[in-house]
């Protein structure tokens, strides 16, 4: 059933066997999962079935970066931010499940196979078809791939959620049907109550914006609130230590992620334009998938670089111009307080190069055939524990210490991307095909690379899984440390993060804990 | 040919023009590490000029003709030279070309992925139009 919290009597005590903590789609997948189980559930979720801008003024906080605003990335309603997505999905790759010697901090407790069953399943909640992430799943599109030389570069694959499927809405009348499940909208979780010893969770505290207030207690509880919110509930919950739940080792809140999408560059076609018809987006069978490129995990080990993909992003159907790139060099060291190199070749390239450098500078596109594409890069990011989410002073409507994420983007985040572009430029010269150029600003130093850098909301990180306490928040179940009956189902137990969306990875999560939920409850413990 | 100063005042009067057009103001309101589209190393000479240039720049101790004849036909220079054949010359440059391409041994100038092997003929067109 679906309930309001205002029609619930300020300060009852609830009771119930599985807590969860956020209506995304990890706390639906996880209801979903144990609808018709013998235990009873509740799905605790701080909006309701649409957006409320006070609501929503909860998820404030700081980014040091100040490229996107917490708020801005993330909803408060039943679907969570799924009620915005993209609908992209792709598995993380199991090189990105692996211990990489060139990767500080890298290596799940568990591996692809063992997530292998949990992705096809979330297949299902995302409305996709069948589970087909390899070009040769797809044989109309295969025969279209270029041959690629495997010790360079590889194929990535995305499916899509069309329309994407938007978790409150797709399951709310599924969840309103369920005997065993109450969804509670408008209640916001503010404090995880435990035992002295922290060993165990009691109960939680929910709040609302008008005062009420009530105490929910269970047998466990699952933490499902996202990539930066399930690191702030944790911190904030802090009555027992001060730093916070799972803590012991100042973890909570470090190693975030984020995906990256720089501009990487660009190609010209030197072949036929053909011979790239299988890249990009697709529609094939009514199911609509993209292809790109990335590096191989040979290539990966040897040149020592992350994960990455680079897609075509945009053709270019008119003739270059070298005179505007002048003009974008001369620009950039302005920019900089400097002159260019080579200042008097420069502007000689631009005044010849006038019609075009004009027809760049109003953004006129000739209708014409296709010449080339943009290239754009999803990459994976170093897990850092320096890049982490704490409180800052601020506080919420609800008295709560708002979201502080202090951030950067690394050397070698920027050098794979450059790296993956390089091989690619090799493999598409190899082939005949086109000719890449690198967006220089990978060449240059991390600063100006990270400046406008495109970001989607991929949160990650922050209560990473490890077998070992001190390496990690959560353990291989995705249950908290040294807490007993606390779980977390977010992308924030990611070690790592691939290049991938996280939401096939999310569910996947999700779906496997709520097996290890059912089976626990099954057996007793 | 005009003098250093000229050339001097010539460049800060046209940078000047350049900065006053329209399109200079589109591109600095652009996202910053938005490009415009990418040139290609093409036919034109005086693309494979610049990048020439700009090879020669990061391998100075290439800047010979003979140097480069060498590094681009090894012990062959001699023999292939004197053949003046060109389709044998071009051959032999494709080849090491799509070589280059397998074998990862590529450069990268002004943002172009080129192999060694393009580089070096596009740095004997800077040799060439330079003397």
């Keep these: ?525 | 040919m005009i003098s250093r100063e000229r050339r001097g005042i010539l460049a800060g009067v046209l940078l000047t023009l350049v900065n006053a057009l329209p399109f200079s103001r589109a591109l600095s309101a652009a996202p910053r590490n938005r490009r415009g589209p990418p040139n290609i190393p093409s036919d034109d000479l005086l693309t494979r000029i610049w990048l020439g240039e700009h090879y020669l720049e990061i391998h100075p101790e290439e800047r010979s003709a003979s140097r480069i004849s060498y590094e681009l036909f090894g012990d062959e220079c001699t023999s292939l030279c004197n053949l003046n054949n060109r389709p044998v010359l071009q051959q032999h440059v494709l080849k090491q070309h799509n070589q280059d391409f397998r074998q990862g041994d590529v450069v990268i100038i002004d943002g172009w992925v080129l192999t060694r092997t393009e580089a070096r003929v596009f740095a004997l067109s800077a040799i060439e139009s330079a003397s």
């Design chain 1, 1 to 525: 059933m679906l309930a309001e919290f205002r029609d619930i009597e300020s300060q009852s005590i609830l009771s119930t066997d599985i807590c969860i903590v956020g209506g995304g789609a990890a706390g639906i997948s996880i209801a979903r999962e144990l609808i018709d189980a013998d235990c009873s559930v509740m799905l605790l979720e701080s909006g309701g079935m649409s957006l409320n801008s006070e609501v929503q003024k909860l998820y404030q906080g700081t980014n040091t970066r100040d490229d996107f605003a917490l708020h801005a990335t993330r909803f408060r309603l039943l679907g969570g931010t799924t009620s915005v997505w993209g609908g992209w999905c792709a598995p993380l790759d199991p090189i990105d499940f692996e211990t990489r010697d060139w990767v500080p901090n890298s290596g799940w407790p568990i591996s692809y196979d063992d997530l292998l069953p949990f992705y096809v399943r979330a297949q299902e909640l995302c409305e996709l078809g069948v589970y087909r992430y390899e070009v040769t799943d797809w044989p109309s599109l295969a025969e279209k791939t270029l041959a690629l030389d495997p010790a360079k570069l590889e194929h990535k694959m995305w499916q899509f959620s069309r329309p994407p499927t938007s978790f409150g809405p797709a399951y709310e009348e599924q969840m309103r049907r369920a005997a065993n499940l109450k969804v509670l909208l408008n209640a916001t979780v503010t404090q995880i109550i435990t035992d002295p010893a922290a060993s165990r969770v009691t109960a939680i505290t929910v709040q609302d914006l008008h005062g009420r207030r009530a105490t929910v207690h269970a047998s466990r509880f699952v933490i499902a609130c996202g990539g930066i919110e399930t690191s702030r509930l944790l911190l904030a919950s802090n009555k027992i230590h001060s730093s916070g739940l799972g803590n012991r080792y100042d973890l909570v809140g470090r190693y975030f992620m984020e995906h990256p999408h720089p501009d990487a560059g660009g190609m010209l076609l030197t072949g036929d334009p053909e011979s790239l018809s299988a890249y990009g987006f697709r529609e094939i069978a009514g199911e609509r998938i993209a292809t790109a490129f990335g590096p191989s995990p040979a290539a990966q080990e040897r040149h020592r670089i992350l994960n990455s993909s680079i897609a075509l992003n945009g053709p270019l159907s008119h003739a270059p111009s070298e005179g505007w790139d002048s003009l974008i060099k001369i620009s950039r060291a302005r920019e900089a307080g400097k002159w260019p190199e080579n200042l008097g070749s420069h502007i000689a390239r631009v005044l010849r190069d006038l019609g075009d450098v004009l027809r760049e500078g109003y953004h006129h596109n000739d209708e014409g055939p296709v010449k080339g594409y943009q290239l754009i890069a999803r990459s994976e990011v170093v897990p850092n524990p320096e890049n982490r989410i704490t409180l800052s002073h601020d506080r919420d409507a609800l008295d709560c210490n708002r979201a502080q994420l202090d951030w950067n983007v690394g050397t070698l985040d920027r050098t794979t991307v450059a790296s993956t572009m390089i091989l690619l430029a090799e493999e598409l010269g190899r082939l005949n095909v086109a000719r890449v150029r690198v967006n220089e600003l990978l060449l240059e130093d991390d600063t100006r690379w990270s400046e406008g850098l495109s970001w989607f909301g991929h949160h990650m990180g922050g209560t990473r899984m490890h077998v070992d306490p001190r390496r990690g928040v959560v353990d291989a179940d995705c249950r908290v440390h040294g807490i007993s009956n606390l779980f977390v189902a977010s992308s924030s137990v990611f070690p790592t993060c691939g290049f991938a969306n996280p939401t096939l990875t999310i569910i996947a999560l999700a779906l496997r804990l709520a097996d290890h939920v059912k089976s626990s409850m099954a057996a007793g413990a």
